[in-house]
């Protein structure tokens, strides 16, 4: 893409581009990458455990947004919630076919893991530097929230782990990992409204 | 609301039920859209996860290999594109060649040279000439055509026998905003008793009958062919060998079969 393209193309929000993927605009879809791609990457990775099946994960995330972009409807959510879905949902499903957990309940417990990565500074491409503003915050956000809330939260999204497997695997009762979630999930809108976050709905 | 739904819909955001468990959700969003702004909450919170991870940068490998996909792609869809858009002035070619037409004039004229040719091939009485007596009867149409420039002159489509009678072959020549043309054919053989050539259009919902065609000891045949929509609106014109009387769909063997 041309210098001037990828100039115009930074200054338009994610969802008029992925209009304009929808239209079938290769541009579009080039810049939704170099803005995401990395997050996408990281999610990929941080679900499967593996390199190069992330990295599948990341090209099949984007060609899937290519090709269904006219099916993301922009009231029921941000672009980058209907991109990260399809990333975690194809990870999880990745990960499960190869059937190796990376990281065991404990390890994730005890490793931090959502906060024991540094960005890379070679990352610092102008598209990146509002994706590491995000991420900024939201690590802030996480940092904030009560250990066992996190946990829950991290199981359930990252691990695609069910009610009863979290609560099986943590020891605790069924309404306590419920409580957990619904406490979790509230605290990080509330903090994430506090901090005038953008890149999330509403 | 339901306190057991309720329990659910943090890990809907989350993106962990089991099917069962996810469809009891939907279908109470769908009736409870005071729910629906509770759930949009929740995964607005959860879409917010993945920036919780530390960026990953991928190799450029990967944007390639995406980008050379995508690139494929685009290029087979103007592919298609421009097949379609090849095929268009094709489909109209009736229609952009005779806007305004005069149907009985052009009509007797059809029939009058057709009727010459017809004559001149049985009086040489040798099916071997019937292809240059075709050509003499377009030429005929043509001088005709040329003596009335006030009128746009008739379309005549080539036929050609299949396989099971290749020396079939004729023309159809018609107006394409009428609903009849004058078919001429020759190389036709003789038919058993009990059985007849019978005429079809054919446009997208399949084959219409237009007719029964006779033809003379020589294998030549003429028929008005009628229709209930406009010529210009068929694809395609087929002959088949039917029981007497014709049939409501092609039955027999196919022994013309030509684009229009």
Redesign the interface.
Known sequence: MRLRERVAFQQVSDETLASQVAR?D?GA??TL?DRH???????A??IIGEQTA??DV??ET??RA?RSASTYRQE???F??WL??I???LAIDAYRRRNVRPQTVLEVDEADS??D????P??NVAE?AQ??L??Q???K??AGLPRAQRQV??L???Y????QEIAEATGEALGTI?TR??L???K??EE?EKED?E???? | MDNKIEELLPFYALGALTDEEKELVEAYLREHPEARKQMDEMQSASSALPYGVAPVEPPRRVKGELMKRVSAEVEARERVSKQKQAERPRERRWASLFPAFSLGVATVAVIWAVVLNVQLARLQNQVSLLGEALVAQSNSLEEINAKLPQTSPAVTVSLKGTEAQPSAHGQLIADQGSNSAVLVIAGLSQLEAGKTYQVWLIDAGGPKSAGLLTVDANGQGLLIVTSDLTIGEFNALGISVEPDGGSEQPTGEIVVLSDL
């Open positions: 079938g290769s879809l080039e990458y791609a990395s997050t996408v990457l990281a999610v990775l941080k992330a990295e990341l090209q984007f060609w290519w029921r959510g941000s980058t919630g990260f879905r990333a975690r949902n959502l906060l990565r540094i960005p890379d070679d990352s990146q994706t590491a995000m991420n915050r939201v690590r956000v996480l939260i991290e359930a999204y990252f695609g782990m069910t009610r419920h979630a619904r979790g999930l509230q990080i809108r994430l976050f890149g999330t709905d509403g």
